[in-house]
C-alpha cells in the first residue's frame, strides 16, 4: 500500500512548479502518491508538464472552475487510504530526505498526529533569481525534537506547524481538518492548528524550503482580519481562561510587532466580555493611536461586533475545537 500521499496544490506557478516536483521525485523514500491539483482550468501547463513525467506515482486534477486557496486546500483531506498525508505546495520544495526522516519520526511517536520540521527560507528576487536566508523558520537549537502540547500561549492567534514541513497522520477525524469555507487564506493555520490532534511532533532539522515570492494568493485588503483575530482570541479566552502569563504574552508579541498590531487585542477587549481583562495593560497612547485608527476606519469596529454573526461556522469551529483540545490537554504547558 502506498504510505503517504503528496497533496501538490497549483495556480499559475508554473516556474516554481517544477521546482516543486523534482525536489518530490529526488526523495530517498519513494513509497508515495502525488495528486496534483491546478486551481486554473485554462492553464494547460501542469498537465502538459505531469504526462510528460510519464510517471504513474502522479494524479492530476483540473479544478472545473478556480476555487481559490481555501477550498483548494480543504481537498488535501479527501479521503484517502494512505498511512501519511503531505502539502507540497508550487513554490516550495523539499529536501531529499524529508519523507524519509518524517515518516521514521512520526513511526517512533505514534502519539502525535502531526509533525512538522524546520525549514530553510529563501527570498525571491528579479529574473528567477533567489536569496537563501541566513536563520532557519525555528532558531537552530541542540534539541532535535520537541512535543507541543495544548494550551501555549503562541495558540492564541499563532500556530506552530510549517504547512511547507507538514506531515499528517492520517485518522477517522482527519475531516475535522477541513476548515469553514470563508476563512481568510492567511488565517488558515492558526484556524486549523485547533483541530489538529495535540502533542505535535517538531523536528529540529531543516528539510524543507519555504518561498517568500513577490506575489503571494494571500489577500491584501483588511476586510475580515480584525474579525479573524476577534474569533481566535476571544475563543481561546472563553475556553481556557488564560492567566496573566498568557495576556503578558499578548500584548508583548503586539508591541514588537507593527504600530496597530494591539487594535486587535482592543477590539476583542472592548466587544467580548471574556477577553474584557485585555483592557487593562494597553496604554493611553495605545488608545490614542485605536481611536485614530477607527476615526479613518470606521466600519472596523461594527464588523468585529457582528463578527461572530458572519463568520457563525468559524466561531463554532474555533470554540469546539479549542474546548476539546483543552479536555484532552489535561492542561500541559510547553512553550515552544
Known amino acids: 500500500m502506498t504510505k503517504v500521499k503528496v497533496f ?18 529526488d526523495q530517498s523514500y519513494t513509497n508515495w502518491l502525488c495528486e496534483v491539483h491546478n486551481d ?16 504513474d506515482r502522479f494524479k492530476l486534477v483540473t479544478h472545473s472552475q478556480n476555487l481559490g486557496p481555501v477550498a483548494t486546500f480543504n481537498k488535501m483531506f479527501d479521503a484517502t487510504e494512505c498511512e501519511y498525508i503531505c ?36 527570498q525571491e528576487k528579479l529574473n528567477d ?3 537563501k536566508l541566513p536563520l532557519t523558520l525555528w532558531p537552530d537549537e541542540k534539541e ?10 503562541r495558540h492564541i492567534f499563532h ?32 484556524v486549523r492548528e485547533r483541530a489538529f490532534p495535540h502533542p505535535l511532533l517538531f523536528i529540529n532539522l531543516p528539510l524543507a524550503n519555504f518561498a517568500l515570492t513577490n506575489t503571494t494568493s494571500r489577500p491584501k485588503t483588511i476586510t475580515g482580519i480584525y474579525e479573524h483575530y476577534l474569533l481566535l482570541i476571544d475563543s481561546f479566552f472563553k475556553c481556557i481562561e488564560p492567566g496573566d502569563e498568557y495576556i503578558k504574552y499578548l500584548w508583548d508579541d503586539a508591541r514588537k510587532s507593527n504600530l496597530l498590531s494591539y487594535n486587535k487585542l482592543l477590539y476583542t477587549g472592548l466587544i467580548c466580555k471574556a477577553s474584557r481583562k485585555l483592557l487593562k495593560h494597553a496604554t ?12 479613518k476606519h470606521p466600519t472596523v469596529f461594527m464588523n468585529c461586533v457582528k463578527a461572530k454573526k458572519s463568520y457563525a461556522v468559524l466561531w463554532e469551529y474555533l470554540l469546539t475545537n479549542t ?6 490537554s489535561n492542561h500541559k504547558q510547553e512553550i515552544i
Open 87 to 122: 502539502l507540497l505546495e508550487d513554490d516550495n520544495w523539499w529536501e531529499k530526505n524529508f519523507l524519509e526522516t518524517m515518516c521514521a519520526e512520526m513511526h517512533k511517536h505514534p502519539e502525535c498526529g502531526i509533525g512538522f520540521s524546520n525549514i530553510y527560507l529563501w
Open 129 to 131: 533569481q533567489w536569496e
Open 40 to 55: 486554473d482550468p485554462l492553464d494547460t501547463f501542469p498537465i502538459e508538464y505531469i504526462n510528460s513525467l510519464n510517471d
Open 159 to 190: 500556530y506552530h506547524h510549517s504547512s511547507c514541513s507538514i506531515i499528517i497522520r492520517n485518522s477517522a477525524t482527519i475531516a475535522n481538518y477541513i476548515v469553514p469555507g470563508n476563512t481568510r487564506f492567511d488565517f488558515i493555520e492558526p
Open 323 to 328: 474546548q476539546d483540545q483543552f479536555l484532552i
Open 284 to 295: 493611553i497612547k495605545e488608545w490614542v493611536v485605536f481611536l485614530l485608527y477607527n476615526i
Open 8 to 25: 501538490l496544490p497549483t495556480y499559475r506557478r508554473n516556474n516554481t512548479l517544477k521546482r516543486s516536483v523534482n525536489s518530490l521525485l
Open 144 to 153: 532535535k525534537y520537541k512535543l507541543i502540547t495544548f494550551p501555549q500561549p
